[in-house]
């Protein structure tokens, strides 16, 4: 299978004054087309940064990271940009909705954007999808946490990304939420065959990804692949 995302002897520094901190020290790890992966580790560990590094929304100091078959370092903001547009998903812990466009018009407009023709029934259709086909006109401070971050789901599938990074998805709901989010987001995950990357703390929910990173002060202290039944 093609590798989808090939990171190798990352490391990232942050400055601060006359300090400087290592966030991510020799990280390298690689992941494959459709696969489901995630990355767990305490607070502080760096599992934000390196989402960020291999989503293309930071640069890395030392290392390469190869997403869709491209080297970031070669690209200059506007073609990451592109590259983040056409090719990558995010779905935040905030969820990042714009708060003066609709459900619809949150998922509809970025298609729009892209010269979709069909935007406006790709949206619905995600949003029925997702359960929100009687939200389409609530403003994501009508909804509920739960709901903007479906809102979110189906704006993140609707370009139909190859890769689709996910920062603590459940990270600001409740239990029974969250575990409606997850299945919402696998199901979603499995009928595309996009390539699912998880920053979590949750072990329940990274145990439901054929692989798994352990980070700790910004190293690699496991590395598992489940083997499947
Ligand atoms: N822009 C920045 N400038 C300076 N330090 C930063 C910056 N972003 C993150 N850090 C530091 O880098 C370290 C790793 O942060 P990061 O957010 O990646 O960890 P995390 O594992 O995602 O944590 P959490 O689970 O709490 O979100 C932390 O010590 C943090 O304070």
Redesign the pocket.
Known sequence: MAKILNVRNLRKT?K?GSKE?T?LDGISFEIEAGETFSIV??????????LGLCAGLDHVDEGSIELCGVELSKLDEDELALLRNRKVGFIFQDFQLLPTLTALENVSVPLELQGKPDAQKVARDLLDKVGLGRRYDHYPSQLSGGEQQRVALARAFSTTPDILFAD?PTGNLDEETGEKVIQLLFELNKEMGTTLVI?T?DLDLAQLTQKIIR?KGGKIISNQTKTLA
């Open positions: 942050y601060s901190l966030v580790g305490p607070s502080g560990s760096g599992k934000t940064t390196l603590e920053v703390h980070l």
